[in-house]
């Protein structure tokens, strides 16, 4: 067993922190406003919607050392260990100089009521560290997080685009400062692993994956907390008990990407953002669906294994992937399993993963070269919006017939489930019009969906066969364009 | 300023006086995050913080109340029930005590205030809350006002606005079309949610800091509540996180639940509300069924309307009188009608009480003229923007409005004409029609709308404001007024229009927080009227000094009244001229009073509600916006391809925030009409009440260009501060174009040959809707 350590520590802008006693649901915006009186990172939502608790998060990923935004409202104070976050406090200097975001916002009149400002510096911050003359493109992704009810963002996305002439990131304390910080957080990580709080109401960190399926052999009904965009709303909004709480977001083994001929090895803990990186290469539908899931702060928290296990039935990664035919891999001790995507939906809320079990590993095989892979989302807001249907098709056309169907969707049943009838109905005949037509009936046989606020069950149904129909335009080189888009897609 | 600054005698021009485009105040420390809202006040040793307990069912008897687990869980201080309001369990700003702030024995609305705990920490209120049991005997409710029947119940005297016989013109009138609009309400979602923070003081006093617009209400209504005169409370605001009108009337509940607590624990009590709570127990943008009957001839002249709007309310008054009569008076928009009724029906409803939002029910009403005008146009297989056109009120005649107002000062035409040009609206419509022959799937449409609004308060004595200008010894300035800000700019201009009075640099005005113990019974910073009313205040209180200086000025350097001028930072007097500050410092010595409070009044104003006649509005503010979009005939999704606004503010005193508040104002308009939709159960539980539900506009939803131009060809006719225009609420109707542009692209599948009767919010699936709605019929 590894050393225990009953602190965590990080660094909060300037200083070291060592905290003794911290909450399993203490949530860091928490912490910095009512703790440390850091009142500038703001409570718009406390859902990781609006972005007004925006703050940075460094942390060591391999060698280097990356600031990521994320939402300071539903991120686990537990979740920090060895990692460094700045706040908007942290960036005017010293002489009273505003950083070259914040000038920019206040040269372009990018403020009304303020409120959502310093969640938009942080956005900004982030973006222009990685790319100081970003696309116009690049600035409404890097914006998808974060809400502004007075500028019509107007003025905003004018400063953003302004930043870089106030001054270069090279210049920027975070910068300087890198190699530095690197080394006050790797003295941070000493292998150990964070315990706590007494009986059930601890929080755990472990040391790592083999620390965690022990840690999950003794606890087995511990919650697991990855990214927390799901587990942070069970606190906020739900005021759910999670203790004991058990954070994986800084398992480094977790955290890899396996790139293979045949496809794509996934650990449970990597993020959105990482997984884009490789997807939006590897496969592009993916990477496009990606850029539509929340915005980047919890793209840069949330996990597409959190996203699987959360089984969800409007979850957006799990009807693609089962489209392409991925499996999990799921661990209990020493014991591993590896089961088919689809196989592990059950029902509403109900998954095959036993208590003490975690998910380790999820494996996304390409498509097939001569196949057609397509994956579209229907939602009210085209960005940061949950599904109302979503609709991913793997198709194989060989000698003008359909040689495979896998076409999956979300929104449409308790989980995330195959259109077999429409799939039965597309195999071995021609890949034409009147297939698609004749097809659209199955739809009825193999989904039942709900009204609720996000869609009517009519709209649903209507979407999802139309969304079947501009698959096979698309395929078929038919009418253009398919698709409203704010920037030109690629197909 | 410190004494030792060198002064600049030659300075041809001060900083920030009007008209220049002048950032908004708090600009670098709404960036650094050190402008600080309530919430982040520093908190008095032995702060307590209060929660809400609301109640879940829509309308029903309370037949039994257990708070025994809730009085008895970890850190909690005090319970309060409607038991414990020492004055009046009432907050209506209506004065109808239609509003309690505790449900007494019934509850009408899921989500209305019943308890309220007050506990050490915020999270122990909170969770301490969840512990009530409270048992309901069910009552029926009504929750949709389609539903409503003939003889339903009103929570406010309806009003008709009626002028010629509109009941022969329908029938004379060679085409007539009815119909029915439904338009959704909106949520306000300002950034920073509700939230009040009360210190106790001696005797009856307590001082409030409330997130609200209209300071001298809250003030009121606290009062009401201990049971304290006026005189004992004060209310203060320094800034909001954005009102939009949700500020208002709603920031009562928590100023007196607050005010209630420390009194009655004598410690400083914060309340803020999580944003669930706050849009569940919060009132909204009401909701509307706007029915129709229009009269026209061939050539698409409307004869006749007849209108009835009809606003689901919620369970008590609130504003709703004023904004449904505020919908009537914007049923004609830019148009004029030979013949007009319009009766509105403010419905009770067991739902929150709606209330203000920007526009105050003026963008309901002129839905309704322009669902008429898109009705008479493909009735007639014309262009809408023809038939729009055609229908403006005239400069010399056709231009009564139904409230029998004349319209004196008609832009319509003109800022029409000239975006229509710089739009290139004629090529465009053009090219859409034929990118639409070729594309089968996606479809564009474009449309143009023209905005007239009217301001003023409806309600005559409102428009009044009062404010406090003191000139220090080393020529600073302190400024106050009864205005409030909540990020519209409202304290620049008005310090803009101190600084140009005294000619001094912006720099020397200190802006301060509004409060009731600095100027006394204000209105609400509302109906776009802050920088109307209080600008002039405060130019009133700035001349009153400044007379005092020229008089004093005069006597002391014996040269006459004309020889005295007020240049950048100095006075000139005779032939010599004086640094202001130290012409201030020898009046000071000379015993001259150096502050004054300004006061001032809307003129020309007069209404009668009764008869529905008179001139409610002292000015008209104009715009129009042209909108493209692209529609996806598969999914009903969309995009905005193109907005290009013209809007008319008069000599604006500061363009770079009137072209703020019109971005800002459109793209709030745009998320009303589109994406922002608000959904209740059949049991009257609200399902979107937090961001992940109901989604207004991002980044990415902003037109892909946008262009926004000022028309600042003209000043304002009538004698305004500085001759500008207000410019708060009448760009977000701009947003109309929006709406109109998706029918216009959804029309195009039937070849524009039947009226989409596109409702609102036109969310992806009312747009794909109706796209099939037209392709069975057409
Ligand atoms: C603002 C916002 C917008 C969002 N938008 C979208 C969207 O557009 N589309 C979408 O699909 N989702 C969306 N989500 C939800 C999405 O972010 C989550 O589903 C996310 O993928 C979950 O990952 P996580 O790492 O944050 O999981 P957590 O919240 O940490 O955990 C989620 C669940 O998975 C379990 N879990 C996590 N990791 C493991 C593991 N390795 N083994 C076993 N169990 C595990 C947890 O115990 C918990 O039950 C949004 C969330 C927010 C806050
Ligand atoms: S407070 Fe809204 S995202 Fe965190
Ligand atoms: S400035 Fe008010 S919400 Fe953005």
Known sequence: MPEIRHQIRFLLNESDVSLAEVAPDEMLLDYLRLRRRLTGTKEGCAEGDCGACTVLVGRIAGDELVYEAVNACIRFLGSLDGCHVVTVEHLKRTDGTLHPVQQALVDHHGSQCGFCTPGFVMSLYALWMRSPQPSDQAIDKALQGNLCRCTGYEPIVKAARAITGYGAPQADPLHGERARVRARLSAMADGSRVEIGKGANRLLVPADVDDLAEILQAEPNATIVAGSTDVGLWVTKFMRDIAPAVFIGGLGALRAIEEGTAGITFGAGVSYSDAFSVLSGRIPPLGRLIDRIGGDQVRNMGTIGGNIANGSPIGDMPPPLIALGGSLTLRKGDTRRTIALEDYFIDYGKQDRAPGEFVEKIHVPLPNPDARFAVWKVSKRRDEDITAVLGAFNVTVRDGSVAQARIAYGGMAATPRRAKAVEAALVGRPWSQETVDAALAAYEVDFTPISDMRASAEYRMMAAKNLLRRFYLATSGGAMPLEVARYEVAQ | ?778
């Open chain 2, 1 to 778: 300023m410190t004494r030792h600054e060198p002064l600049d005698l030659k300075k041809a021009e001060i900083s920030g006086g009007v008209a220049t485009d002048r950032r908004h105040d708090s600009a670098h420390k709404h960036v650094t995050g050190e402008a600080v809202y309530i919430d982040d006040m520093a908190e008095p040793a032995g702060t307590l913080h209060a929660y809400l307990g609301l109640s879940t069912v829509a309308h029903g008897i309370i037949k039994s109340m257990d708070l025994g687990a809730v009085a008895a869980a970890p850190g909690v201080v005090a319970v309060l029930t409607h038991e414990d309001v020492p004055g009046t369990n009432d907050i209506s700003p209506a004065g109808l005590d239609d509003e309690p702030i505790f449900a007494p024995d019934k509850v009408q609305f899921l989500g209305q205030p019943v308890f309220a705990v007050v506990a050490e920490t915020r999270e122990q209120a909170r969770r301490a809350c969840s512990l009530a049991r409270i048992e309901y005997e069910d009552l029926p409710a009504l929750i949709d006002i389609a539903e409503a029947g003939e003889d339903a119940r009103l929570v406010t005297k309806p009003l008709t606005l009626q002028r010629g016989s509109v009941g022969p013109a329908l029938q004379a009138a060679p085409r007539r079309i009815s119909g029915r609009m439904r338009v959704g309400g909106q949520d306000h979602f300002y950034l920073e949610g509700q939230i009040a923070f009360a210190m106790p003081g001696e005797d009856q006093d307590v001082t409030v800091h409330s997130s609200t617009q209209h300071p001298s209400e809250v003030q009121h209504m606290v009062a009401h509540a201990l049971g304290a005169p006026s005189h004992a409370v004060t209310v203060e605001v320094r800034r909001m996180g954005g009102g939009f009108g949700g500020k208002e009337t709603q920031a009562n509940l928590f100023a007196a639940v607050a005010a209630i607590a420390a009194k009655k624990t004598g410690r400083p009590v914060k309340i803020r509300p999580d944003r669930d709570d706050d849009m569940t127990a919060t009132g909204k943008r009401h909701d509307f069924l706007i029915d129709y009957d229009v009269g026209f001839d061939e050539e698409g002249r409307i004869l006749g309307v007849d209108f009835t709007y009809s606003a689901r309310c919620g369970f008590s008054a609130d504003l709703s009188g004023p904004v449904t009569d505020r919908a009537l008076f914007h049923c004609d928009n830019t148009y004029y009608y030979p013949s007009v009724r319009a009766i509105s029906r403010p419905l009770y409803t067991n739902t929150v009480s709606n209330t203000a939002f920007r526009g105050f029910g003026g963008p309901q009403g002129m839905l309704g003229a322009e669902r008429i005008i898109d009705e008479v146009a493909f009735a007639l297989g014309r262009d809408p923007l023809e038939i729009r056109k055609r229908n403006l009120y005239g400069e010399t005649d056709r231009n009564v409005t139904p409230y029998h107002q004349t319209v004196e000062d008609s832009e319509a035409a003109r800022v029409i004409e000239e975006l229509e040009i710089s739009a290139g609206y004629a090529d465009r419509r053009r090219e859409i029609a034929e990118f639409n022959e070729r594309s089968p799937i996606v479809k564009r449409g474009i449309a143009l709308t023209p905005v007239k609004f009217g301001i003023s308060f409806t309600a005559t004595h409102f428009n009044q404001a009062g404010a406090l200008v003191h000139v220090y010894t080393d020529g600073s300035i302190h400024l106050n007024h009864g205005g409030t800000e909540m990020g519209q700019g409202l304290y620049v201009k008005v310090a803009q229009i101190v600084a140009e009075e005294f000619q001094v640099d912006i720099e020397q005005v200190k802006i301060t927080a509004t409060t009731t113990g600095k100027v006394p019974n204000t209105s609400a910073t509302a109906a776009s009227s802050g920088s109307d009313l209080n600008g002039m205040a405060a130019q009133n209180a700035a001349r009153q000094i400044k007379d005092r200086l020229i008089d004093f000025a005069t006597g002391q350097y014996e040269v006459p009244k004309e020889q005295i001028e007020f240049l950048p930072g100095r006075v000139r007097v005779g032939n010599q001229e004086i640094p202001f500050a130290e012409l201030v410092r020898q009046a000071y010595m000379a015993r001259i009073q150096l502050s004054a409070a300004g006061f001032y009044k809307t003129p020309k104003i007069h209404w009668n509600r009764d008869k529905g006649k008179g001139r409610p509005f002292y000015y008209f503010a104009y715009g129009a916006a042209c909108s493209e979009v692209s529609v996806d005939t598969l999914t009903g999704e969309y995009v905005v391809e193109r907005t290009d606004i013209l809007h008319e503010t008069g000599r604006s005193l500061n363009r770079a925030i009137d072209i703020g508040q019109i971005e800002g104002g459109f793209i709030q308009g745009m998320g009303w009409l589109t994406t922002e939709e608000l959904v209740w159960d059949d049991k009257g539980r609200l399902r979107t009440h937090a961001p992940s539900t109901y989604k207004i506009p991002l980044a990415s939803d902003r037109p892909k260009i946008f262009n926004v131009e000022l028309a600042d060809w003209g000043e304002n006719r009538e004698k305004t501060v500085h001759r500008s225009k207000a410019v708060g609420e009448p760009p977000f109707m701009l947003a109309m174009s929006v709406l109109h542009a998706l029918s216009d692209a959804v029309a195009s599948v039937a070849g524009h040959k039947i009226c989409p009767r596109l409702d609102a919010p036109a969310t992806p699936e009312r747009v794909l809707m109706a796209v099939e709605r037209l392709r069975a019929e057409g």
